[in-house]
């Protein structure tokens, strides 16, 4: 039965293309990934023309298996579309349906057909279905896996954005932290700041955990072994931004980081001033400056 059915399914495409292709487009055109301005109608038309020919290509060697070779190309290029619309921001819904919207204007044209009868309609409705379902689930498929490297992406670029590592002054380096830290993120950041200190020759590293919401347990390991590293490369690192509720609940817990901390980040700077011999000096500016 599935030789028949890619037979006809075949010919309907080849006889009736460009009923076919009309039909789809203006589905297609209705649909809610032309609507939202994401793709132009010029780029859907192209699309939806280069997969049909495909198709029809496929269908010649009389097999209705979409994992075999004779698809390969209908499945590469459905793959290019699917990895595109991950990144365009198309929701699944809409990848989905630029294959599965095919089937209506499909089905109308076996029905249109003279000389298709009840067992030839039969056959070809279900080729048509089980193609198109298994070519459907393809472009689900490299969507989801293209939409989750994106993701996996943006995030990491967001964790090396968010621990940006300041130069305060010759030598002396500033590490804002905002946000949780987790083991991933600890990484990111515990590589930032050896690099730069490497690139700065740094002897001191401020840590500023003014925007950490809390302070347990795991966030304390997280910071010594931040702190460790950076001993290891021959800075002495400092904590500030440790608010009156972080302390309490560090006392609580009973952690103790083992390392200089202090209230503000000001603080901290000037402990690193004092610590390489530098200090600030306001200097009263000349009087013609002053009038």
Same mark, same amino acid.
Request: proline share 3%; glycine share 8%.
């Given at each position: 039965?599935?030789?028949?059915?890619?037979?006809?399914?075949?010919?309907?495409?080849?006889?009736?293309?460009?009923?076919?292709?009309?039909?789809?487009?203006?589905?297609?055109?209705?649909?809610?990934?032309?609507?939202?301005?994401?793709?132009?109608?010029?780029?859907?038309?192209?699309?939806?023309?280069?997969?049909?020919?495909? *198709? /029809?290509?496929? $269908? @010649?060697?009389? %097999?209705?298996?979409?994992?075999?070779? !004779? =698809?390969? #190309? *209908? /499945?590469?290029? $459905? @793959?290019?579309? %699917?990895?595109?619309?991950?990144?365009? !921001? =198309?929701? #699944?819904?809409?990848?989905?349906?630029?294959?599965? %919207?095919?089937?209506?204007?499909?089905?109308?044209?076996?029905?249109?057909?003279?000389?298709?009868?009840?067992?030839?309609?039969?056959?070809?409705?279900?080729?048509?279905?089980?193609?198109?379902?298994?070519?459907?689930?393809?472009?689900?498929?490299?969507?989801?896996?293209?939409?989750?490297?994106?993701?996996?992406?943006?995030?990491?670029?967001?964790?090396?954005?968010?621990?940006?590592?300041?130069?305060?002054?010759?030598?002396?380096?500033?590490?804002?932290?905002?946000?949780?830290?987790?083991?991933?993120?600890?990484?990111?950041?515990?590589?930032?700041?050896?690099?730069?200190?490497?690139?700065?020759?740094?002897?001191?590293?401020?840590?500023?955990?003014?925007?950490?919401?809390?302070?347990?347990?795991?966030?304390?390991?997280?910071?010594?072994?931040?702190?460790?590293?950076?001993?290891?490369?021959?800075?002495?690192?400092?904590?500030?931004?440790?608010?009156?509720?972080?302390?309490?609940?560090?006392?609580?817990?009973?952690?103790?980081?083992?390392?200089?901390?202090?209230?503000?980040?000001?603080?901290?700077?000037?402990?690193?001033?004092?610590?390489?011999?530098?200090?600030?000096?306001?200097?009263?500016?000349?009087?013609?400056?002053?009038?």
């Amino acid at each position: 039965m599935s030789t028949d059915g890619a037979g006809v399914l075949e010919r309907i495409l080849t006889e009736d293309e460009a009923a076919i292709l009309d039909a789809w487009n203006t589905a297609l055109r209705e649909g809610a990934s032309l609507q939202g301005g994401r793709i132009r109608e010029a780029e859907l038309r192209t699309q939806a023309k280069a997969v049909l020919g495909q *198709l /029809r290509d496929a $269908l @010649a060697s009389n %097999s209705l298996d979409a994992d075999g070779e !004779g =698809f390969a #190309p *209908l /499945r590469e290029t $459905l @793959a290019d579309i %699917s990895r595109s619309r991950a990144i365009q !921001g =198309f929701t #699944p819904t809409d990848t989905a349906n630029f294959v599965f %919207s095919l089937k209506e204007p499909i089905f109308e044209a076996l029905r249109r057909s003279a000389d298709v009868d009840a067992s030839t309609l039969a056959a070809g409705v279900w080729a048509a279905g089980k193609v198109l379902d298994r070519l459907g689930l393809h472009t689900m498929e490299v969507f989801l896996a293209s939409r989750e490297e994106v993701i996996g992406r943006q995030g990491q670029e967001i964790a090396e954005l968010s621990t940006p590592v300041v130069r305060l002054w010759d030598g002396i380096l500033a590490l804002p932290l905002i946000g949780t830290l987790d083991s991933a993120r600890t990484g990111v950041v515990m590589e930032n700041l050896l690099q730069a200190i490497v690139d700065e020759e740094a002897e001191i590293a401020i840590i500023d955990i003014t925007g950490v919401p809390t302070v347990d347990t795991l966030v304390a390991q997280h910071l010594l072994k931040t702190v460790a590293a950076a001993r290891l490369m021959g800075a002495d690192c400092i904590v500030s931004g440790i608010r009156p509720q972080i302390a309490q609940t560090m006392v609580h817990l009973g952690v103790e980081l083992n390392v200089v901390s202090k209230a503000t980040l000001a603080d901290a700077f000037a402990v690193a001033l004092k610590r390489t011999g530098r200090k600030v000096v306001r200097q009263q500016a000349p009087a013609e400056e002053r009038r």
